[in-house]
């Protein structure tokens, strides 16, 4: 494992990239065959689950630190990471050893399945042999929230260097949550025959930041609404249907609309498009879509009252060819003659291609896109191929303004990571009746500035504490942006609001200010008579 550290180390003390991608390819040249496949899906983010309780945890951590249990408490608050606060208060082995990663992965995967007893001598077996970076990084193991500072695309791009293959190549086939028990280095990179489930990369369109007018003549472009799903990838090869998110989540069981499609397409396509929840011609709120993800077993009810589509616009594999390098208007014409030849049209619509006569046009349907039932605009140029990751100049997402509301800050937590010792994870309230009543949390748009300024408030103006969370004054405002707001029976307020961040200090605004409930049931009206 020592060699993992010395790995995570190096990508801790750099912010370069390159530095990063040749400490990865540095470790891979060195360390076993067994480690180096669950180095990269550590690194990829496919990890284990918690084995065990952290409750659990801390009264292990005291007991064998010969501390008392509030003691430990009260440094997690300050630390606010337990792995770092275990690593802190456990005491120093003078038995280090050195263990392979698979070692590890093996002893946390026959946590999973131990009683609690079996579950204490393990760990504990372990805190008496690690230590410093070593012993934290287990202990991240641990508590399920390994990071490190390298992105996905880093990471392929490492291993590609390593293996001297292309990269859109190693993406393709680290796609999907492989498990690093059933895999080798050979498996995963060199044997394909047995990887028809997987998905392509999905290409990612930017942000639109500039005036659509640099994009040049608006006919050079396919224009679609924004519609708010789940972006997937649906497969249908060697007789058997695959239904894959942009998380890289299989989700064909939750889409069981898509199964008969196995028996009406031919092999050898894979569409790209959004899922989403459509009834009478149209699609309904993102809200309804949650109904149908959160549950395991798909009631009759959760199919009426949620069906599924996909609303396709793009087709990536056709009778088995990888078609990804053709121009899109050749990609579109393809999937248009596919949903006119096959009767699918129940399940599978074909997203609306947009003709404005300019991009004023085109500026005043994003502006009211909420009333067209999407969220703004996609800009995909008529040449484009289906590229791989996110990548700037060919697609665009042109996304409405967002709505915002005005809040009372509440309550207060400490943040994570760099943002451990700020009171940075805030609760918002609104009025309702003459009593602030709770209705959102939001954790960034602030900037550090800002932050320092307000955690030294909230230190001056705490009124309660519950462990890590702090009651404040109600006296600062604060303008909270989001995508989407409904009712919700699960919060207080009785509303959810979609994506909720923060946009600014209103400094010029007194609490008896602050938008209402009230305010908040108009706005959810107001969109639903847009919807209708």
Request: proline share 5%; net charge negative; aromatic share 12%.
């Amino acid at each position: 494992m020592m060699d993992f550290i010395m790995l995570f180390d190096a990508i801790d003390q750099t912010t370069k990239t390159s530095g990063k991608v040749n400490a990865i390819v540095q470790y891979l040249e060195e360390a076993t065959e067994e480690d180096k496949i669950f180095a990269i899906a550590i690194l990829m983010g496919n990890k284990p689950k918690r084995p065990v309780k952290t409750t659990d945890l801390r009264a292990w951590a005291a007991e064998f630190s010969s501390i008392p249990l509030w003691l430990l408490e009260e440094s997690y608050f300050i630390v606010g990471d337990l792995a770092e606060t275990l690593m802190h208060v456990i005491p120093k082995s003078n038995q280090e050893t050195a263990f392979h990663l698979v070692t590890i992965f093996q002893d946390i995967m026959r946590l999973q399945g131990a009683d609690i007893g079996e579950q204490r001598s393990i760990i504990i077996d372990y805190w008496t042999r690690l230590n410093g970076t070593a012993l934290f990084v287990f202990n991240k193991f641990l508590t399920g929230n390994f990071r490190v500072g390298v992105s996905r695309k880093l990471v392929i791009k490492a291993v590609a260097k390593y293996l001297n293959a292309e990269e859109p190549v190693i993406e393709h086939q680290l796609m999907g949550k492989w498990n690093p028990f059933e895999e080798t280095l050979q498996t995963l990179f060199k044997v394909q025959t047995d990887k028809h489930f997987l998905p392509y990369p999905f290409y990612l369109a930017y942000p639109l930041e500039s005036e659509p007018e640099t994009l040049g003549n608006i006919s050079d472009w396919i224009i679609e609404p924004k519609l708010d799903g789940i972006r997937g990838q649906l497969i249908i090869r060697q007789d058997e249907l695959f239904v894959w998110s942009r998380g890289e989540d299989l989700m064909t069981d939750k889409f069981v609309e898509f199964n008969e499609l196995t028996a009406i397409l031919p092999n050898g396509i894979v569409l790209d498009g959004e899922v989403i929840p459509w009834k009478e011609e149209h699609p309904l709120d993102f809200s309804v879509m949650q109904t149908r993800i959160g549950r395991k077993n798909i009631s009759k009810k959760s199919l009426q009252d949620a069906p599924l589509v996909m609303v396709c616009y793009d087709v990536l594999e056709w009778e088995g060819e990888d078609i990804r390098s053709w121009p899109l208007w050749k990609r579109r014409e393809k999937l248009i003659e596919l949903l006119q030849t096959y009767p699918v049209d129940h399940v599978l619509k074909l997203s609306v291609s947009k003709t404005f006569e300019s991009w004023a046009d085109a500026a005043t349907f994003r502006r009211e896109a909420r009333h067209y039932h999407a969220e703004g605009l996609m800009l995909k140029h008529k040449d484009s191929p289906y590229e791989v990751g996110r990548k700037r100049g060919r697609w665009w997402k042109w996304k409405t303004d967002p709505m915002t509301v005005d809040g009372v800050l509440i309550y207060a937590q400490s943040g994570h990571g760099r943002r451990a010792n700020l009171f940075t994870d805030y609760t918002f309230a609104v009025w309702d009746e003459g009593q602030l009543v709770p209705f959102t949390k939001a954790y960034s748009g602030l900037t550090d500035k800002e932050l320092i300024t307000i955690d030294n408030w909230i230190k001056r103006n705490t009124i309660e504490k519950f462990g890590p969370v702090r009651s404040v004054q109600p006296e600062l405002v604060f303008e909270l942006a989001f995508e989407g707001i409904n009712r919700s029976s699960r919060h207080k307020s009785g509303i959810a609001l979609r994506f909720p961040r923060i946009v600014r200090w209103r400094k010029d605004k007194p609490a008896s200010e602050a938008n209402t409930k009230e305010d908040l049931l108009q706005l959810i009206s107001s969109v639903h008579e847009s919807n209708s």
